[in-house]
Structure formats: C-alpha cells, structure tokens
C-alpha cells in the first residue's frame, strides 16, 4: 500500500452500460472515448456471474470520482441502465454478494473509510451506481 494515498472512501459505481456488456468493450470506451490510457475507472470489476477482477493496485489513482481519485477505491458491476439507457439497479444477485464481501474487505483494510456512491459525491450529476448504496448496505442481511 502506497503510505501517500489516504483511503477516505470506497465508491460503489456501475459502468452505466447493459449487464450483457464486456470487460474489453468498457476498457476499450476508457482508452478510446475518456482519453484515459490504460488507466481503468475502477479499482474493482464485478461481473454478472459474480466474479470480481482487479483492474488497478489499491495503491495507485482510478479515474472514479472527479477531484476525489487520490483518496477512494472504486468498486463497479457490470450494469446499471436498462434497455432504454435509464438507470436501473441491473446487479445481479451474485453481484451484490460479492459487493458486500468487497466492502467488508476493504473497510477492515481502510477502516476510518465511508462507503458511498459515486452520486453521493457533490456536484455529481449521474445516478450511478442507479440505486442508494446507504440504503442498501443498511438492508443487506435482511436481503440474505
């Protein structure tokens, strides 16, 4: 772990594509479309099935939170829009376990560290990660 980078929050974000989207298809649209280089948006990847992918070291900046990168990991599913391009909650079951295994994980490593959604930053005008992360979190064992 990099000693400059204080962990203050982990994001939750979706890629505000269809579930059915692919990992080098949100990679490509970084690159080619964000300008980003090889620099992902997120820290994490979770895919439908629930497997999760590690795109960056914890210690180094994502493009996830505008202003905010140098102190946040970001965790992202594969989703978050419906058929119509709307925001919708598309996480899989499998998804949200793995979420909360993810964030259980990371707030033992960063304990002083708040979870919220990247719409829960100020002047974030987007509705990932297209459901209330707080709200969720307070509801996930009755869930399960």
């Not at 772990?1 to 298809?25: D, L, W």
């Not at 925001?87 to 994980?105: A, L, N, Y």
């Amino acid at each position: 772990m990099n000693p400059i980078r204080k962990i203050k929050y982990i994001v939750i974000h979706c890629t505000a594509t269809q579930p059915t989207a692919t990992v080098e298809s949100i990679k490509r649209y970084w690159k080619d479309v964000k300008k980003w280089g090889d620099t992902p948006g997120y820290h994490y990847l979770i895919k439908a099935d629930g497997e999760i992918l590690t795109l960056l070291d914890e210690s180094k900046n994502s493009y996830g939170v505008y202003a905010h990168n140098s102190e946040c990991i970001s965790i992202s599913y594969i989703g978050g829009i419906d058929n119509l391009g709307k925001p919708k909650d598309t996480r899989t079951v499998k998804q949200q376990v793995t979420m909360f295994s993810k964030i259980s994980e990371l707030l033992h490593k960063y304990p002083n560290a708040k979870v919220l959604g990247h719409r829960d930053f100020p002047d974030v005008h987007k509705a990932c990660p297209s459901f209330d992360v707080k709200t969720w979190l307070s509801h996930y064992q009755l869930m399960f």
